[in-house]
Each structure stands twice: as C-alpha cells, then as structure tokens.
Nanobody, 121 residues
Framework: QVQLVESGGGLVQPGGSLRLSCAAS????????MGWYRQAPGKQRELVAA???????NYADSMKGRFTISRDNAKNTVYLQMNSLKPEDTAVYYC???????????????WGQGTQVTVSS
C-alpha cells in the first residue's frame, strides 16, 4: 500500500502565506513526478504545480511568482510554499505522485486526501 498524507492547510488572510507538505509512505522504490492540484467549489480540479524527479518544475500561470514547489527525495515529500495568497486561491489542495512500488514495475498514480486552504479576511 502507498499513502500520500497532506498537511499545512488552514485559514489565512489575503496576502498571507501557507506551506503545504505531502509525505508518501508505504512500499516505494522510487517516485517520478509529484504535484499539487486544487479544486474549488463548483469548479474542476486544476494543476497548481508539478516537479519531476530531476527537480524540473511547472506552474499554472496564475501561480507563477507566488507559489514554489519543492521536494525532498530522502523523505518522499513534496512541498508547496504559497505566498501572496488571494481569496480565489481558496480550494481543497490535493497531492499527486507517480510512484514505482518495485524496481521493474511501471508507476501508478496516487492522490492524497486533500487539505483545505481558505483565504479570507
């Protein structure tokens, strides 16, 4: 079994910052890309940011310059530093990872349970 467990969500005022963490645990040989998605009420889930095993990053346009994704491969953990938060950033944030459970097995995609981020005064 593999689990992705997110933490760090909460309520923050506009202009504030939050740091999300997502730790993968279980039988893991290696992890390819990891990423963060979000889903606001009544909207589709959208990509926030992604990072490859080689630390190449990709951001949605509206997050560029405000959010930073990083990973610690030794801890199987991905982070999302969110600065200059806006009310429209309010959503449930989900962690995603493509994980090889064993050496010669193709990767499977896993999702975390989601963590709520609310930006409001």
């Amino acid at each position: 079994q593999v689990q992705l467990v997110e933490s760090g969500g909460g309520l923050v005022q506009p202009g504030g910052s939050l740091r999300l963490s997502c730790a993968a645990s279980g039988t893991i040989f290696s992890i390819d890309a990891m990423g963060w998605y979000r889903q606001a009420p009544g909207k589709q889930r959208e990509l926030v940011a992604a990072i490859t095993s080689g630390d190449s990053t990709n951001y949605a346009d509206s997050m560029k310059g405000r959010f930073t994704i990083s990973r610690d491969n030794a801890k199987n953990t991905v982070y999302l530093q969110m600065n200059s938060l806006k009310p429209e950033d309010t959503a449930v944030y989900y962690c995603n990872a493509k994980i090889h459970r064993w050496r010669f097995q193709p990767p499977n995609e896993y999702w975390g349970q989601g963590t709520q981020v609310t930006v409001s005064s």
